[in-house]
């Protein structure tokens, strides 16, 4: 899902070895990436790379495929390992915060030595992993900060609102509550906070503020160019867990650009930790279950060889692999997401497919084929078939048609609608309970198109229905407009005549009012004594709503009550 | 030699006039006039008629001259009245003459010397004389006469009564030039016309024709074959429904079972909690998934099946340590229109299902996007899933191949890595499309065990959907795929037919 440019260079730099675009294709796939695009720009050629798994926010940035690149080709193997120092360095965290955004947890990077490229990655990837994997910020916001210009200890504080700080980008000391309201950033990320008594704000010992997570840093700490050497990472969130693993994968990026990472000590109210901690978490799968589900008839090498790949470190051990795998991960549920990876490693293209022979035998639903039957039938009345949205509206449905919402009209439309809360467009913001006003919605897009037009639609009317699940019931429907000159009842009826007489169903018609229709040339349709749909000439006044100078006629039935099993 | 029946006709009256005008020939034959003009080009061609063409000038009454071939020239109704009067006022002469006919009237009558003209208190007065009474027939009349006879007079026959030029000035008559037709047969005709056998023509073989076995007596009117026609259009069935359709009957074809559900609306638990979808992912949020408004909730199916749902999401199932959340029943409850087919294969899954099996649905499925030529609000997805105690991997792969085989008529495939939040492992298809090139054709998953498992279901199941639409919108010959639920009737009556 998040996808992210990078430069070939930097990544054979990262990898350590060259290749052509079509093997980057091909080496891509290892870090469940899809090459989308390739371009070149200033002598320099970029690739477009499409991550696929929502859930791997380390393979998010150019560090994190060339690392997988460089285990899955065997460059590398087993677990990566990263070295950390402990610092001298503490933040401490207000309790305040509890219910505003509880928990910050950081790190150290010196040396690092980032030219245009590596700096656009990192910035890239902080604004993915919050973007995608932070639920745009909500669950985690990430601030890196020249190190230099912090003097320790740090603390994460509760604030007052009427506080001050220059935000970056900003040459003018803004308080907290304007920066919410005049900074960009303030504005799109303004309502995780906003109605909170107080706002976080990361300061340092003499009160230079670094950020306000999680809107924005400021412009003294938080501008970070290629000439800044050590880093100080904040990652913040409700979810320790998630933020400690946003900080890893972030901190393992820097160390592969030759970073070195220090540990920082976090003082809660309650508990102390230092972070980050990038302790191997472990997992065991059953080799056979991998065997089996593969379908590859692989040793208990081969399975150890791969893992390793995947940066995995694999003890064999009675028909089992225990495995430790890196803290920038935390996708491993389940025996099945270790199983993927060994596919991965092996590689999709180099596995043989073979189609499963079952004994089993294929059936079409018996409705759906009475409805392809009926179908079948209309178009043998010279009738074109056109397939229309269910999505509509409230004033489509019945202002357009001459009716009262909240009336029941036996059914052709009933009283009510199924109405979206959150509609794209109000034009699509509800389903549709009948058809007719879709056909009419189609003749009014046609009005400079040859007459006679004479179309049907067999679709779904979504219903309500307590007594049901979904509290709804989506019924299919025969629909049929006639629209020429001189159209009249008749001709409508003598389809419907034609169609009851192929089902095998007597029907009578009762005269009835219907706003939608001419009084006197309408009717009820009843079957076994139900009303099963409505026909009728369209009233002039619905016509002109819908701008079609032209008569219409036509009718709709329910298709379920004219349905019989088939022998067959 | 091969004659039509016009050219029979024809050349048979021909015969027996010898040499006529063509008009004369006309009437002999009874047929329209370009029909034997046609004949006789034919015959000439044929060398046995001869048509000689001579043009002259001739004069014919305007409109104006028509009328007084009927009522009489103006001189000549004033003169009555004088006759019938002695004197009149010029006012008296409306009687008889048009407005316009009264203005020119006093210098007609004074150049003829038919009446004198004084004023009298003011007023113009008419009074006959000698020469009005005895005033006879002049060229000009005899021209009119004449004209009025013969409808068309040589401009020579009317030269020797009066100048043509003087019938223009009073708009009696006009010039123009027709062209003579004459027709003669040739003695090659005259040796033919005895032999030919002639029979009645008709345009349509009529039923009496049939009944009375005239059929057989008549000679059948040659088309022009290459003429264009009127352009028609049949009833037909809507071309993306009729795509669809015939990926239905293949699918069954293949053995899938085919899954239906009562309604476009599903419960979230559906959509997303019994595929093992955590209630805080990102395509779960607002922006992503419809939510009613009305109805808003719905119900939750069985506990014990609710149940082990809620413990696959909060603690884990099969193995499995779980999303770790609390899991809100409530969340479950809310309605949506179905955001995908797959919710159709976990309640088939819960309901129970064959062993094995292999499944599919067709169906119409709703996402939050603005309608344009590359998205649509809703659209139809085809996936199912295929249960088998053995199933693996390769099987997985083997599917997606046949289908790209069977409905893209793919040679080649390709396979990458992909996610879904309900399948582990997950594949994406690209089939290899002899016109279109590599085209993300399919994706599928094994669905993951913390699913199955709270369905009930023991064994393996690979999860499967294909994307058709943009292989439709080859099919269909079109770019923009808003044509897929196409409102263009234009469109809809031209579009070829799908089979």
Known sequence: ?????????????????????????????????????????????????????????????????????????????????????????????????????????????????LDEEALKQMINLQEKVALTFGRRRREVAIGIFDFDKVKPPIYYRAAEKTEKFVPLGFEEELTLEEILEKHEKGREYGHLIKDKPYYPLLVDSEGKVLSMPPIINSETTGRVTTETRNVFVDVTGWDLNKVMLALNVVVTALAERGGRIKSVKVVYPDFEIETPNLTPKSFEVELDYIRKLAGLDLSDGEIKDLLERMMYDVTLEDGKAKLLYPAFRDDIMHARDVLEDVLIAYGYNEIEPEEPKLAVQGRGDKFIEFEDAVRELMVGFGLQEVMTFNLTNREAQYGKMNLEYGRDYFNNPPAELVEIENPISPKWSALRNWLLPSLLDFLSQNTHEEYPQRLFEVGKATLIDESRETKTVSESKLAVVLAQPRVTFTDTKEILDSVMRHLGFEYELEEVEHPSFIPGRVGKVIVKGKAIGVIGEIHPSVLEKWGIEMPVAGFELFLRPLYTEPYL | MELSYQEKLTLIKLNELKRAKFEELVKATGLEQVAVMRAVLGLQAKGLAKLHERSEKVVKLTETGKKYAEIGLPEWRALKLLRERGKVTLDDLREVLSDDELKPIVGLLRKEGWASV??????????????????????????????????????????????????????????????????????????????????????????????????????????????????????????????????????????????????????????????????????????????????????????????????????????????????????????????????????????????????????????????????????????????????????????????????????????????????????????????????????????????????????????????????????????????????DLRWLREAKLVW
């Open chain 1, 1 to 113: 899902m998040p996808k992210f440019d990078v430069s070939k260079r930097d990544l054979e730099r990262l990898v350590g070895k060259e290749f052509t675009v079509e093997e980057w294709e091909d080496l891509f796939l290892y870090a469940k990436c899809e090459l989308d695009d390739v371009w070149e720009e200033n002598g320099e050629i970029y690739f477009k790379a499409d991550s696929k798994d929502t859930n791997r926010p380390d393979l998010w940035s150019a560090e994190g495929i060339a690392r997988q690149i460089r285990w899955a080709l065997g460059f590398r193997r087993g677990l990566p390992e990263y070295e950390v120092e402990k610092s001298d360095v503490t933040v401490y965290v207000d309790e305040k915060l509890k219910d505003i955004r509880p928990y910050g947890v950081y790190a150290i990077v010196e040396c690092l030595k």
């Open chain 2, 118 to 487: 004084r004023k009298e208190d003011g007023k113009l007065i008419l009074e006959i004389t000698e020469k009005g009474l005895e005033a006879e027939e002049r060229p000009i009349d005899r021209a009119l006469k004449l004209l009025a006879e013969k409808n068309v007079v040589p401009v020579k026959e009317i030269e020797k009564l009066i100048p043509v030029k003087e019938l223009k000035r009073r708009k009696i008559g006009e010039e123009e030039t027709v062209t003579e037709r004459t027709v003669e047969i040739t003695p090659a005709g005259e040796e033919l016309a005895p032999k030919v056998e002639l029979k009645r023509e008709v345009s349509v073989l009529t039923p009496e024709l049939i009944k009375s076995g005239k059929w057989r007596e008549v000679e059948f009117r040659r088309f022009d074959i290459k003429a264009p026609v009127r352009r028609i259009y049949p009833g037909k069935k809507q071309p993306y429904r009729a795509f669809l359709d015939k990926i239905r009957r293949r699918l069954i074809e293949m053995g899938f079972i085919e899954m239906t559900v009562d309604s476009l609306i599903e419960t979230q638990f559906w959509n997303f909690d019994a595929l093992f979808q955590p209630q805080n992912h990102p395509a779960r949020e607002w922006t992503d998934t419809y939510q009613l408004k009305y109805p808003k909730s719905g119900f939750l199916p069985e506990e014990e099946l609710v149940e082990r749902v809620k413990t696959a999401h909060e603690r884990g199932l099969a193995g499995s340590r779980g999303w770790g959340y609390v899991w809100s029943p409530e969340r479950a409850m809310l309605l949506m229109p179905r955001a995908h087919g797959t919710a159709l294969s976990g309640r088939q899954l819960a309901k129970g299902v064959e062993i094995p099996g292999k499944y599919f649905t067709i169906q119409r499925v709703f996402r939050p996007d603005v309608l344009d030529r590359t998205h649509l609000i809703e659209f139809n997805q085809i996936d199912g899933f295929v249960v088998g105690e053995e199933l693996n991997f390769r099987h997985l792969l083997g599917i997606l191949k046949r289908f790209a085989v069977e409905i893209a008529g793919a040679k080649k495939v390709k396979f990458l890595p992909d996610y879904y939040p309900f399948t582990e492992p997950s594949v994406q298809m690209s089939a290899y499309h002899p016109e279109l090139g590599w085209v993300e054709f399919g994706g599928a998953g094994i669905f993951r065990e913390e699913m199955t498992k709270a369905l009930g279901i023991e064994v393996p199941v690979i999860a499967w959907g294909i994307g058709i639409d943009r292989l439709a919108m080859f099919k269909l010959g079109i770019d923009d795929i808003r044509y897929l639920f196409s409102y």
